[in-house]
């Protein structure tokens, strides 16, 4: 009783907050920026999270999350769109999208792609923002209990589970987390007030700043990655022909694909911490071993845009309870995210939970309010959203120039962050040349400072042994978890080793 | 994986880099009280984690390549999977970028210097000039708009200082 009694305080706390007008309108802008910026290709949610930051200055916190959680969830549902009419993934939640969405765009079924995609993503997200509702408190109750080892050994879970999904190549995606941790050395060390990597420099003291790194590695980035095809650019758009309704028959086939779509993404998203991406490829996997039409996947089966999109939003919701539960990003939107709540002065985690009710209720009370008005703006708006692809690519990317420079500038008011962003901008261009992911670099970034600060706990705890991060379970069992992340993709060819070991061994 | 001159050049600045930041850490100067671990050993540790990575890919790249230890599709299916998107093969239109490289660095420098307004027209406008001038006028309206008229609104309605330039007679 005393659960539930609780339980419906919280709710009622939550909606109050997320209630004020203000707090609404946030809600409805952070959508409906993050749908514009998951429509237009070119923008990811990583790049537009990391633009609007700037935006978020001068607002509560808990103000401040509503709109970022807001465009979270709104690229989403945006990216869904340029993959079934341009067959270009806005983000890389929906490239598994562009499979069978436009394929059924060009068999004149763009319409109700599109709204499988929003009620797709609808149920999941609802499904997640209650989950994160059940179950948030009592996650949050065990982190509690973590202490610096356990903390350390989480975040080095986390960072290896993010790094080893990354990009093609383990020792360029490790590689990019490192740079990122010594990215995040740079200025006063806290605990000796020693300068490190500041050059002499004084605006240097406090280190790079976050978001000059953030814009300058992604949305400078991509204007680079546009400019070297600029001239040649063309895109082909296919228009919503025929009515935007599911038929009986897509109905019946639409509810076990959502079902599916919305548990195992919610699975890879909030309990293994994979991220969006990965789960939309889970769900169409899924869908080609469980589905009952499953050879009409690839040729424009709704299934193959029910799955992923219900996936991706679930797992964006798993992944905001790994941030709010635990402090843990579990996605580079997520870090990005982390990123600017530590700006703005919050440290996400148990303690916030407890600490800050009103905070964590009133950003799952507006989720709930996102969602709905998502489904609202995505389907009977989309033709509105579909205008949008007609804006012409070099005025898009100047308008990303322009707000980078603005969203920097008025962060410390330094020129000097400016060329520093262009510097990024750069690094970020060749990076994305050599393959090397962009997300773990965030990522250490961001963890950096604290990972490095509970390890110096840890051993101050234990008196420099370094065993105490493996003579405690929990932390045992999370370095377990990483080693386990960081093997994964030789695991192959380790099993092919041990078979052949056992093979040779009895012709003694 | 195929081997690439790019990718030789790019692993042998990382392992340079790699050693730089190394030689950083290591002089990193011990605080004024005895600590446990000092503020020196999280760097180094990162410095050789790094120089190792830099060397394994320098290797992969020198001897030809890496085995394949997975197929081509089971790579691809986890590539995609944080922002590691399409990998850039097109040869890049290095004057277009070259020149928008030289218009942001010229931004950077001007926009405490002639402020806000006048580098951000200045920049928008080359930009169109440089890319498509099919829509002149148009683009010309938006580039007023977005660099004067949103001054406008940033100093006046948001209160956010953004600098003047020579325009300072005209601050509100």
Redesign the interface.
């Known amino acids: 009783m005393d659960f539930l009694g609780q339980f419906w305080n919280n709710v009622a706390l939550g909606f109050s907050v997320a209630g004020t007008p203000f707090n609404l309108l946030l809600c409805f802008v952070g959508v409906f920026l993050g749908t514009l910026i998951g429509v237009l290709p070119g923008i ?1 949610p ?1 790049t537009g999270v990391a633009l609007l930051i700037p935006l978020t200055f001068g607002l509560q916190p808990s103000a401040a999350i509503i709109l970022m959680a807001g465009i979270y969830y709104g690229a989403m549902y945006g990216g869904s769109t340029t993959s079934i009419l341009v067959n270009t ?1 806005g983000e ?1 939640s929906s ?1 598994v999208t562009c499979l069978d969405g436009y394929q059924m765009a060009k068999k004149g079924r763009a319409g109700p792609a599109l709204a499988a995609a929003a009620i797709g993503s609808f149920v999941a997200g609802t499904f997640a923002t209650l989950m994160l509702m059940l179950f948030g408190p009592w996650v949050a109750g065990i982190a509690l209990n973590f202490g610096p080892p356990e903390f350390f050994s989480l975040m080095v879970a986390g960072l290896t589970v ?1 790094t080893s ?5 383990l ?2 995606a ?2 990019a987390t ?2 990122g ?2 990215i995040a ?1 740079m200025g006063i ?1 806290n ?4 300068p ?2 500041t050059f002499g420099n004084p605006e240097l003291l406090d280190g790079l700043e976050f978001l000059v790194v953030a814009i300058g590695l992604f949305a ?1 980035c991509e ?3 546009n ?5 040649e650019a063309v895109q082909e758009r296919l228009s919503i022909k025929g009515s935007l309704w599911l038929t009986k028959e897509d109905w019946k086939r639409f509810v076990p694909s959502c079902i599916r779509g919305t548990l195992s993404g919610f699975f890879v998203g909030g309990i293994a911490g994979a ?1 969006a ?2 789960a939309s ?1 889970v769900s169409y996997g899924l869908e080609k071993k469980a589905g009952k039409y499953r050879d009409e996947l690839g040729k424009g089966a709704i299934e193959g845009v029910t799955g992923p999109e219900s996936a991706n939003n679930a797992a964006a919701g798993g992944a905001l309870i790994h941030l709010l539960c635990l402090g843990i990003p579990g ?2 939107t997520t870090a990005i995210m982390l990123g600017a709540l530590l700006m703005i002065g919050l440290q996400p985690g148990p303690l916030l939970f407890t600490q800050q009710p009103a905070f964590v209720w009133g950003l799952i009370a507006s989720m709930y309010i996102g969602n709905i008005m998502l489904l609202v703006l995505n389907l009977p708006l989309v033709g509105m959203w579909v205008k949008l692809l007609d804006i ?1 690519l ?2 898009l ?3 990303i ?2 707000f980078s ?2 969203g920097v ?2 962060m410390n ?1 330094s ?1 000097q962050d ?2 520093l ?2 510097v990024f ?2 690094i970020g ?2 990076m ?4 090397i ?4 670099v965030i990522l250490g970034i961001v963890l950096g400072k604290l990972m ?1 600060e509970k ?2 706990q840890s ?2 705890i234990s ?2 042994s370094v065993m105490i991060f493996l003579n405690r379970p929990i932390s045992l069992f999370l370095l377990f978890l990483a080693v386990v992340a960081i093997t994964n ?2 695991w ?2 380790i099993g092919r080793a041990i078979r052949r070991l056992f093979r040779e061994a009895p012709a003694r | 994986m195929k081997e690439n001159r790019e990718e030789r050049i790019a692993s042998v600045v990382l392992i340079v880099f790699s050693a730089a930041y190394l030689v950083g850490a290591y002089y990193i100067p011990m605080p004024i009280f005895k600590q446990q671990l000092g503020p020196g050993a999280f760097p180094i540790a990162i410095g050789i984690g790094m120089l190792t990575l830099a060397c394994i890919y320098a290797w992969q790249q020198f001897r030809g390549g890496t085995k394949e230890k997975e197929t081509e599709e089971e790579i691809e299916k986890r590539a995609t999977i944080i922002g590691a998107e399409e990998k850039i093969e097109k040869k890049a239109d290095l004057k277009t970028m070259g020149f928008m490289l030289v218009m942001m660095v010229f931004y950077a420098f001007a926009f405490e210097r002639l402020g806000y307004a006048i580098s951000t027209f200045v920049v928008f406008m080359a930009g169109v000039l440089y890319l498509d001038r099919r829509h002149l006028v148009r683009d010309a309206v938006i580039a007023v708009i977005f660099s004067f008229v949103l001054y406008y609104i940033f100093s006046v309605f948001l209160r956010v200082n953004l600098p003047a330039g020579p325009l300072k007679f005209l601050e509100f």
């Open positions: 990811g990583m993934p890389s490239v993010v999904l990354a990009g093609r190549s020792v360029k490790l590689f490192l740079f941790l010594a050395t060390d605990q000796s007030a020693v490190r990597f400078l204007v680079f990655v400019l070297a095809d600029m001239k991220g991406a990965v490829f996605s580079g012409p070099y005025l990317t100047l308008f120039i322009m420079f603005l500038y008025t008011n020129a400016l060329l962003m262009v901008g750069v261009y060749l994305k040349r050599l393959d992911p962009a997300a773990p490095e390890m110096r051993l101050v008196d420099g993709p030789y192959k060819q």
